[in-house]
């Protein structure tokens, strides 16, 4: 089991420019979570998925943020024009099923904006 | 306001010595779990608890709903030990997010 996979591990992009985060969830796991981690907000949830539709983005910033899931081994994350605020990392995370189980978290996607 | 608080925020611990972290819940937890992030920035599974008590060799976890606090206690101490603690919890209202606590720092030297 390679666990959750993120990628690319580190990202840098210029101010204003898109970005693409990828995630591939544990085989078998029919919920998708993402993250961000900054030093000032700490780990904040932004939107979840369980078996590829949107159930929860109320994390989400308004703008400029987007989430998909279009097949259960891959979802992805979208920062349009991206701002020097968007720097973080964005954890992606899985879990088997329903509430009540356990959320497995992947390496992360280092995103700097210049 | 802060909807998991967790204390300490940093904890500097000799080898072969014992102690605990808390977090306590502003929110209708139903479920805590308890990470481990290492220096490179991945965050390991310690625990999962719906409400009582689990132990993995020298990590003891304990959550209790009603009171709504759940505690980690570290024995014996390693190296190893060291890192960034942070409790999540599920709230009862919140879905599946996790919300997370600032973490804990603990430094462990010889």
């Known amino acids: 089991n390679a666990g959750v996979i993120q990628t690319p591990r580190h990202k840098v992009t210029g101010k204003g420019q898109e970005a693409t985060l990828w995630c591939e969830p544990i085989s078998g796991h029919s919920a998708v979570f993402w993250y961000r981690q900054t030093i000032v907000q700490g780990l904040e949830f932004l939107t979840y998925?369980?078996?590829?539709?949107?159930?929860?983005d109320s994390g989400m910033p308004k703008e400029r943020f987007s989430a998909q899931m279009p097949n259960q081994s891959h979802s992805t994350l979208k920062i349009q024009s991206t701002q020097p605020q968007d720097s973080a990392v964005y954890l992606c995370?899985?879990?088997?099923?329903?509430?009540?189980?356990?959320?497995?978290f992947g390496p992360g996607t280092r995103l700097t904006v210049l | 306001g802060d909807k998991v608080k967790q204390s300490p925020s940093a904890l500097s611990l000799q080898e072969g010595t014992n102690s605990a972290l808390r977090c306590n819940f502003s929110i209708a937890a139903t479920t805590v779990q308890w990470f481990l992030q290492n220096p490179r920035g991945s965050l390991m599974n310690l625990f999962y608890?719906?409400?009582g008590t689990k132990e993995n060799g020298r990590l003891k976890s304990a959550f209790d709903s009603k009171e709504s606090y759940s505690t980690l206690h570290i024995r014996d101490a390693q190296l190893e030990d060291s890192g960034t603690y942070f409790c999540?919890?599920?709230?009862?209202?919140?879905?599946?997010?996790?919300?997370f606590g600032t973490g804990t720092t603990v430094s462990v030297s010889p």
């Open positions: 999540a919890a599920e709230a009862r209202q919140g879905g599946r997010a996790l919300i």
């Open positions: 995370a899985s879990s088997p099923d329903w509430g009540g189980y356990e959320q497995y």
């Open positions: 998925f369980r078996n590829q539709a949107p159930i929860d």
């Open positions: 608890l719906v409400p």
